[in-house]
């Protein structure tokens, strides 16, 4: 995908965004990377049915309920949270999920928690039967392989790659395709420490590195300086960002670029991953709470 300059106060450093969020219209940045080889092993396998796991705003059931559409699968998402079977005609990912076909069961939190033990799956696959199982957030060895597509030889001059991070998956296809001079930088959209199982499992490369530095108090959560740089970047660059992971990621970058964190002369790519989805729902969100909202959803 191109790379598009962003305008930078004056500053020696020149900054970079690959618009993965083009990728597709409905399948956006890193989850069509990630479920590219997922869908394919799925057809080799005879498989005919997806079955995944997501929250009430999840870019990733998004993306699994269009993929199944586009591409003839049947989807079953397991949504995290009983009390949102009521709320579906309420919540813009839900219904965008269930008008792409997806079948929507809703679990309490406990029993979500135990999505990757084997006998919780083991009921699911005799409940729901042949079924082709997607992580939540989709990180596996195949969406690793469709992650390490993102970059390409032009993205060798870069000094720095950088990316939003959840559950590592997209980070550890990037460290695994970056060259030995790069550095790739993951800023973390969860609070606390970041979990690196996911990029040590997937990638033996060390050149990577989490900021935990702007995660605007956890997951999702955002106050009025991150919706105005949003809103400012889009008026600036002519680019809709997301607020849970690329929103998050260029303040940071801004941020630090500002303070003198990168040498004169560096020259950055920070990956748009898509998610742009989530927007209409955090602008609901925001509405509730009257708080401004994210003016270019």
Known sequence: ????????????VRLFVKREDLLHPTISGNKFRKLKYNL????????QTLLTFGGAFSNHIAAVAAAGKEYGFKTIGIIRGEELASQI??????????????RLEFINRQDYRLKSEEAFLDTLESRFGDVFVLPEGGTNTLAVKGCEEILDTQDFEF???CSAVGTGGTLAGLVNASAQNQKVLGFSALKGDFD???????????????IID?????????DAALIGFINR?????????????TGKMLFGLEDMIAKGRFAPGTKILAIHTGGLQGIAGMNQRLKNKNLHILSHG
């Open 196 to 210: 690196s199982e996911n990029i040590t499992r997937f990638s033996t490369k060390t050149n990577w590195e989490i």
């Open 89 to 102: 005609q309420n919540n813009p990912t839900l219904t965008f999920a269930s008008q792409n076909g997806m």
């Open 1 to 12: 995908m191109a790379n598009q300059e962003i305008k930078l106060a004056s500053t020696d």
């Open 159 to 161: 000094d720095y790659i």
């Open 233 to 245: 970047f889009y008026d600036e660059n002519k680019i809709q960002l997301d607020p849970v992971y």
């Open 40 to 47: 394919e092993a799925a057809k080799l396998q005879g498989k």
């Open 214 to 222: 702007y995660h605007f108090g956890g997951y999702a959560k955002v």
